[in-house]
């Protein structure tokens, strides 16, 4: 399978500050990748569908302004999460689909914003 | 009525036994189905994907009735290392955007 890597693995920081997260496809050219949050005890919730060189399609609910996504190239795409308030500490994972619908996941950040 | 629904248990097994896990789907247009393994503070691993006739990977066993709109996993033999949530993932027809239940924990006990 596809390996993914993300960075960084944890950050804490403050509120009203921004967090940019990196996911990057070690083996494998990613058109599509895909980012995703968890709160504890809950499923991944889908938040948004980020595409190589497009605008990204966000679920319902998610606020474009509010997570940046940017997939500038086909190895690479970042979430910024700006003005982070307490509500946004969450575990933010990436994956990618490699055509054949199975999902790769990257190791996942874990936000705590204070 | 949620799109992917499993049981959250958790399920508490001694090692050496099998347990069998099912998630409901909802939507009848459904055409890819794979069981993820997550562990606590890790990312989903895929674990296997279920065909309509079924697959077998050692210990693990899926299956897909779509009659009933229901996929199962059965884990033979448990062992202590198998302790984690298991993921049910669906994929509507035509899309690569997947659709999560919100996982059954599995924990076996020695």
């Known amino acids: 399978g596809a390996v993914v890597s993300q960075h960084p693995s944890w950050v804490i920081c403050k509120s009203g500050t921004s967090v940019k997260i990196e996911c990057r496809s070690l083996d494998f050219q990613a058109t599509t990748m895909f980012w995703y949050r968890q709160f504890p005890k809950q499923s991944l919730m889908l938040m948004a569908t980020?595409?190589?060189?497009?605008?990204?399609?966000?679920e319902q609910g998610v606020e474009k302004d509010k997570f940046l996504i940017n997939h500038a190239s086909l190895t690479l795409s970042t979430l910024t999460v700006t003005s982070a308030h307490p509500e946004d500490s969450s575990f933010y994972i990436c994956?990618?689909?490699?055509?054949?619908?199975?999902?790769?996941f990257g190791p996942g950040t874990r936000l705590t914003v204070t | 009525r949620k799109e992917v629904e499993q049981d959250p248990g958790p399920f508490n097994v001694p090692e050496g036994a099998t347990v069998a896990f099912n998630c409901t789907y909802s939507?009848?247009?459904?055409?890819?189905f794979f069981w993820y393994r997550q562990d606590c503070r890790k990312e989903p691993k895929l674990l296997m994907s279920v065909y309509s006739s079924g697959n077998e990977d050692g210990r693990f066993t899926a299956q897909l009735n779509r009659a009933s709109q229901y996929i199962s996993l059965l884990i033979r033999d448990s062992k202590l290392s198998d302790s984690a949530t298991y993921l049910c993932v669906v994929n509507k027809r035509g899309s690569y955007i997947p659709t999560f239940g919100r996982g059954t924990s599995l924990i076996v006990h020695p």
């Open positions: 939507n009848s247009a459904s055409q890819s």
């Open positions: 994956s990618l689909g490699t055509g054949v619908y199975e999902q790769y």
């Open positions: 980020s595409n190589e060189g497009s605008k990204a399609t966000y």
